[in-house]
Nanobody, 115 residues
Framework: QVQLVESGGGLVQPGGSLKLSCAAS????????MGWYRQAPGKQRELVAT???????NYADSVKGRFAISRDNAKSTVYLQMNSLKPEDTAVYYC?????????WGQGTQVTVSS
């Protein structure tokens, strides 16, 4: 069992930056593929970025060049650095951990980009 707790969301102006964190409890964090997903009002949840246990990352086209995912296995934490934020980045951001058939979600953190 893995529990995920996100933090770092908030209100930011267009063009600004935020860094989200997701702290995981439980064992074998380093084995999990970690990811960030987001869900805007009235829309389906979508992939933002993932990072494998080997450090390989993958991004949605909409965030490439602006967002960066990273992980610290010693701290059992995954991060999402978000730069050049746009109003369309407004959503609830969810942390995800996947390993084989195991799939865990955090409770989400709100990110609002508005002037």
């Amino acid at each position: 069992q893995v529990q995920l707790v996100e933090s770092g969301g908030g209100l930011v102006q267009p063009g600004g930056s935020l860094k989200l964190s997701c702290a995981a409890s439980g064992s074998s964090f380093s084995l999990y593929v970690m990811g960030w997903y987001r869900q805007a009002p009235g829309k389906q949840r979508e992939l933002v970025a993932t990072v494998t246990n080997g450090g390989w990352s993958n991004y949605a086209d909409s965030v490439k060049g602006r967002f960066a995912i990273s992980r610290d296995n010693a701290k059992s934490t995954v991060y999402l650095q978000m730069n050049s934020l746009k109003p369309e980045d407004t959503a609830v951001y969810y942390c995800n951990a996947q390993l084989l058939s195991y799939n865990y979600w955090g409770q989400g953190t709100q990110v609002t980009v508005s002037s």
